[in-house]
Nanobody
């Protein structure tokens, strides 16, 4: 089992920045792929970004490319999502996720989830 605790959400004005954190514990050996998804009210959970356990490969959803950066601190077993140039449409609950296997943008392929952290961007 992998336990994930995500944090760092809040209220920010459009154009501002936030950094989310996801601390992983438990069965982190085996190199799980780590990612972020988000879900706005009435919408399906959306792929945001993913990083391989080694940190050597990252992938992004089209709506966040060039604005968000995913990174990893292996010593702390923590994944970060730096969000810049935030827009009101980025408002959602952001979830950290993990899976064993190759990366995928499909939320239903991920087995482990954080509790979610709310990000609200005001116009």
């Amino acid at each position: 089992q992998v336990q994930l605790v995500d944090s760092g959400g809040g209220l920010v004005q459009a154009g501002g920045s936030l950094r989310l954190s996801c601390a992983a514990s438990g069965r982190t050996f085996g190199s799980p792929t780590m990612g972020w998804f988000r879900q706005a009210p009435g919408k399906e959970r959306e792929f945001v970004a993913v990083i391989t356990w080694s940190g050597s490969n990252t992938y992004y959803g089209d709506s966040v490319k060039g604005r968000f950066t995913i990174s990893k601190d292996n010593a702390k077993n923590t994944v970060y999502l730096q969000m810049n140039s935030l827009k009101p449409e980025d408002t959602a609950v952001y979830y950290c996720a993990a899976r064993y296997g190759a990366w995928t943008p499909r939320f239903y392929d991920y087995n482990y989830w954080g509790q979610g952290t709310q990000v609200t961007v005001s116009s």
